[in-house]
């Protein structure tokens, strides 16, 4: 690499404009850099949502659901597929392989879809295709001074929602409490009986009356043309007076009137209002898009007296705070680092020389990552936050060997490049074994990769500048600044010196005691508890009231209302929303809930107390005792819970139910277990009419019967200029099991209450059907406490599957009992982790193979990973963190920091063994080295440190428990690695360096012997 050191003095010129034009594009990019929270990836997960009005959750799983599943069964690249099936709705969620063709697979499901014969009643199925662009970047609130009336939800429509959609970078908006007003048609039964006109007359009539029907092509006056009848029935006033009979209109024997649908509302603090939410597009910023959607709601209450418009949630703040507080962990960590460089080398300019690499590299990282595509967030910042002490190793190893070279050498531009060059071999593996760990993450597939390589490119694009910086730039700026430069003399340490020398004497000792502390350290580990991942600041506060299902719709809003009262009476409180029922947009997104559920999302002033905000509404269950009341804060990217998940599958539900009641009562007292609850707590009474066929058809009583119990839409006609949907409302008013009975339907004997011919049959059924792979599951979910994660889930199988002592629970042949959720995806998590690590040390001993040229320095080297492995351990022990995955990826990173420092001083022991004994050049080689590592692994520690106190970001990786394991981890590595690397060499080496120590000896005795003679 020394080449590099001799054309950056041949064109000194050149190398000045590039660093000063590195720093330029630098700044450029990171103001150009697209902002957001994670990187853009499509998740291995893709639902197909259906929604059929009216339908009980057993006609929706025979007739959609069950079609559904069997459509997907053979789709390449499935791995799972989950259904929900409730009241109304349908959900197939289809888990793929991390590495499938997602757009082919939405395609083959398309395919699959249309050939499908769905029920008439059931909507067109979504198919929903879910990503990180799918996390909400501001939630609009839009109310009117004179309510939601259909005039207002049209101009919503037509004039505000393109303010919105015109935005540049906008990729979706889900709009909510639009969903329009219907003219409804209430029969009287009296009035009908008493003018004589039966109800298949009505319907007949109010059918045919806005229809547009081609007659057929016809020659009129020698031209062909086309004929066709058009119903004219387009007002409510043409409507009331459509004629039954001659002089009976329609408004003599009904009662018509425009209203809002009751299962669905929508209220923004506390008012009845319309919610936007905005999505961005994968490629565009989102603090811009989230600004610009501020100015356009500006606009829109400017242009517009009758209309206010405000920003209830926007997720531009909380990126901004984010991204603003990585950033300051960086200049931080910078700062630290600088400060540990001027207390080693006690000189403001080779400080200065120094430091000049950080920001360097991270210019042209930041121009890398914008042309590599990848966004500014938690995780690109992550990567250099974490790098930020590496930065400088490479200088500092240059710097110091010019420092110490200018000690006993006369100052000259051949001595800085003599210096570079001794060091240059080092910090190039050293850098490229650091790189070399992040490497394994570009090998993996899918979403796994889209998340991950961001920040492995920014760890490697950072670390590569510098090591271009610390054989460029470094040399120059030293050959200018330190010409006069006093340099205060460094001495080894003779103390150290002597101590590595009885090490080396005393290997046994030195290796014993290592051996016993990695043991420890391993066994330790196995047994700390191994958590989740850290739980995020929130954003929001969700509540969740969840009423059975068998309560009516006017219960669930006069609670949700109620309690939508006390949390706007609460302090602190910024904003509510409030919605109940299922909207056009929000079914295309793929969220769907129970027609008796009520959400509340609530967001807090930045000085409001959060935990006493949800105890305050935790106490108020009592008020609720007939609903589940369910409080939790949740960031953008969704909510905080860590749950274990026990599946228990079969075909006999009476027998699940029985297994998955017995699993729930085996469970719920662990300890660290805060909420226990299964799937199939909720049932409802469902009445089946069981048709005799030899006295009708059954389809025909269930169409008929259908008119009579429901709502039954009969057409459209314009209601203030919107197009409005009439619905015929339900003829009998069926509320108790005799009136159900005494429906009337037409047979071919005439009109009979419906018992005449059907027999009522009453059982109580779930409201929500699961499956698994086309079978039939029940799911008892454990909120758990993440930092005792695997203890908890330990004991849990314990008590489930038994061990040497128990014998668990009794599972029934034909059942299985599976355990998953987060215990699964750490388990998973650990175990890719895991293997990187080993891809990583494999690809680490290779360079350091290629670059020493033998296999036995490679070998000592890596015995500085079971060192680091006792420092991390000591570090989780002293902290009392638990282990997860930001703690794992913190060790991953420790492979590559730690050989680095060993890289170091092995390199200086391979230069002096050309005019040295192994011995003599282990001695020299620590003592010599031992300023540079210590400088590197101080500078390290210190920038990772206010990362120690950083609180835990949604999604990031970067956290406290990954700099507790890297300081942990390196500071113990370190101390060890100047006596244990060198013993090890030297046990390495041991017959030759026996032999030179003997030759030695004799070579010292005999030159004794001969001065004497003399």
């Known amino acids: 690499m020394s080449w590099f050191t001799k054309w950056s003095f041949k064109n000194k010129a050149a190398v000045a404009i590039m660093s000063l034009i590195i720093l330029v594009t630098g700044v450029l990019s990171y103001f150009r850099l697209p902002m957001e929270f994670i990187p853009n990836t499509d998740w291995p997960i893709m639902s197909v949502v259906t929604v059929g009005q009216g339908m009980d959750s057993d006609s929706m799983e025979k007739q959609v659901t069950n079609p559904i599943e069997e459509s997907l069964r053979n789709i390449n690249g499935k791995v799972n597929v989950f259904s929900t099936t409730g009241d109304g709705f349908s959900r197939v969620d289809l888990h793929l392989e991390s590495s499938a063709d997602q757009k082919e697979i939405k395609r083959e499901i398309e395919e699959n879809l249309t050939a499908m014969q769905l029920p008439e009643t059931v909507a067109k199925p979504n198919i929903v295709q879910l990503n990180s662009s799918a996390i909400p970047v501001s939630y609009v609130s839009v109310g009117f001074e004179d309510g939601i009336t259909p005039a207002n939800i049209k101009f919503a429509k037509e004039e505000l929602t393109p303010y919105f959609s015109d935005i540049k970078g906008v990729g979706g908006i889900q709009t909510y409490g639009t969903v329009p007003a219907y003219v409804s048609v209430d029969l009287d039964d009296k009035k009908l009986a008493e003018k004589q006109i039966p109800l298949q007359q009505v319907m007949t009539v109010l059918q045919g009356q806005n229809i ?26 043409d409507l009331k007076s459509i004629q039954l009979l001659p002089s009976v209109a ?53 242009e517009y007296d009758h209309v206010e418009s405000s920003i209830l949630l926007s997720s531009a703040q909380s990126v901004e705070n984010s991204v603003h507080s990585m950033i300051k962990e960086v200049l931080l960590g910078a700062l630290f680092a600088t400060i540990v460089i001027m207390v080693f080398l006690r000189n403001l300019k080779s400080t200065f020389i120094t430091i000049v690499s950080i920001p360097l590299s991270l210019g042209f990282t930041l121009f890398l990552l914008d042309r590599s595509g990848i966004t500014l967030n938690i995780l690109t910042l992550g990567g250099v936050a974490v790098a930020v002490g590496r930065l400088v190793d490479d200088s500092i190893v240059v710097i110091e060997n010019i420092f110490r070279k200018t000690q006993t050498e006369k100052f000259s531009i051949g001595l800085i490049i003599e210096a570079t060059k001794e ?70 340490s003779k103390r150290f010196s002597a101590f590595l020398t009885w090490s080396l004497n005393h290997k046994m000792i030195v290796i014993g005691f290592s051996l016993l502390l990695f043991a420890g350290s391993v066994g330790t580990y196995v047994a700390l508890p191994k958590g989740s991942t850290p ?11 969840i009423y059975p299902a068998d309560t009516p719709v006017e219960v669930v809003k006069e609670n949700t209302k109620k309690l939508e009262d006390f949390i706007l009476e609460q302090e602190g409180v910024s904003g509510t929303y409030l919605q109940i029922g299922n909207t056009e947009d929000a079914i295309k997104q793929g969220n769907v809930s129970a027609p008796t559920q009520g959400v509340i999302i609530t967001t807090l002033k930045e000085d409001a107390n959060q935990e006493k905000f949800i105890e305050s509404l935790e106490n108020q269950k009592a008020q609720y005792s007939d609903a589940t009341l369910e409080v ?24 699940l139910e029985k297994v998955a009641n017995a699993v729930k009562a085996e469970v719920e007292d662990i300890e660290g277990i805060e909420e226990i609850s299964t799937n199939q707590e909720d049932k409802k009474t469902v009445y089946s009419l069981v048709v005799d066929p030899s006295k009708a058809n059954a389809v025909e009583v269930a169409q008929q019967a259908a008119v009579m119990m429901n709502q ?37 004997e005439g009109i009979v209450p419906i018992s005449d011919i059907a ?11 699961f499956h698994k792979d086309g079978e039939q599951y029940i799911r008892v979910t454990a909120a758990v406490e993440p930092e005792k994660l695997s203890v908890i889930s330990a004991e849990m199988h314990k008590r489930l599957f038994g061990d040497k002592e128990t014998d668990g629970i009794d599972i029934p042949e034909g059942v299985d009992v599976l355990v998953g959720g987060a215990s699964a995806d750490q388990q998973s998590d650990f175990q890719n982790l895991f293997m990187t690590m080993l891809a990583s040390i494999g690809i680490v001993f290779l360079i350091m193979v290629i670059t020493f040229k033998t296999v036995r320095a490679p070998i000592a080297i890596l015995f500085s990973l079971p060192l680091a492995a006792i420092g991390a351990v000591l570090g989780i022990l002293i902290s009392g963190i638990s282990v997860d995955i930001t703690a794992m990826l913190g060790a991953l990173m420790l492979i590559g920091i730690v050989v680095t420092n060993a890289i170091v001083l092995i390199d200086r022991v391979k230069q002096n063994e050309k005019t040295m004994i192994i011995r003599e050049a282990l001695v020299e080689a620590a003592t010599t080295r031992m300023r540079p590592i210590m400088m590197t692994a101080v500078a390290t520690i210190c920038a990772m440190l206010p990362l120690l106190f950083k609180e835990a970001e949604s999604g990031n990786l970067v956290s406290a428990s990954l700099a507790i394991v890297v300081i942990g981890g390196l500071s113990v590595a370190t101390l060890l690695t100047l006596v244990v690397i060198p013993v090890v060499y030297e046990m390495l080496h041991f017959k030759k360096s026996k032999k030179q120590r003997l030759q030695a000896k004799k070579d010292v005795e005999a030159y004794v012997e001969l001065k004497e003679i003399v």
Request: proline share 4%; aromatic share 2%; net charge negative.
């Open 212 to 237: 547009s029907m081609s007659v057929g092509e016809k020659t009129i006056d020698g031209k062909t043309t086309n004929v066709k009848v058009v119903g004219d029935a387009d007002s409510l006033e």
């Open 632 to 655: 939790s804060a949740q960031s953008m990217m969704g909510g905080q819970q860590t749950a274990i998940t026990i599946d228990v599958l079969g075909q006999d539900v009476a027998q």
């Open 712 to 748: 039954t839409p009969i057409g459209a006609i314009e209601v203030e200029d919107q197009v409005t949907t009439v619905m015929l409302e339900p003829v009998q008013d069926v509320g108790s099991e005799e009136e159900m009975k005494d429906v009337p339907v037409a047979t071919q």
């Open 535 to 545: 739980t995020p600041k929130a954003d929001n506060i969700y509540t969740g009231i």
């Open 423 to 492: 060091v240059g071999t080092a910090i190039t593996a050293s850098t490229l074994t650091t790189v070399a760990v992040f490497l394994p993450m570009g090998l993996l597939e899918g979403s796994l990769q889209d998340f991950l390589l961001p920040f492995a490119l920014t760890v490697t694009y950072s670390l590569l500048a510098s090591l271009v910086v610390a054989i460029t730039v470094v040399p120059l700026m030293s050959a200018a600044m330190l010409k006069n430069a006093k340099l205060k003399e460094h001495k080894p």
């Open 759 to 769: 027999t009522l049959e009453k059982e109580e059924k779930a409201t929500s059907v």
């Open 250 to 302: 329609l408004e003599d024997v009904a009662n018509i009137e425009v209203k809002q649908p009751e299962n669905n509302l929508t209220r923004v603090n506390g008012e009845e209002g319309l919610l936007y939410i905005i999505t961005k597009d994968s490629k565009s910023n989102l603090v811009t898009i989230s600004k610009e959607v501020e100015k356009v709601s500006d606009t829109i209450n400017e």
